[in-house]
């Protein structure tokens, strides 16, 4: 169970890091780049997919005491 937290958890502060730059870059009116916005889409779908086992392993863990 921990190492699925730690996992969710990087992937989250991953996909945070990349929303900030992409914020950053549209408050200072430059482009962004199809590269930094298709890694953005990609680390959202990660922390999605790792939230999902996270949630699978807590329902398993009560479901079976």
């Known amino acids: 169970m921990t190492h699925l937290l730690i996992g969710y958890q990087e992937a989250v502060r991953r996909a945070d890091a990349v929303s900030q730059r992409l914020a950053d870059l549209s408050r ?6 199809q590269e930094l916005l298709l890694e953005f ?13 996270l949630d699978a392993n807590d329902y398993e863990a009560h479901r079976h005491p």
Request: hydrophobic content about 40%.
């Open 41 to 53: 889409e990609r680390l959202e779908r990660d922390v999605v997919d790792k939230r999902a086992a």
């Open 28 to 33: 200072a009116g430059a482009p962004m780049s």
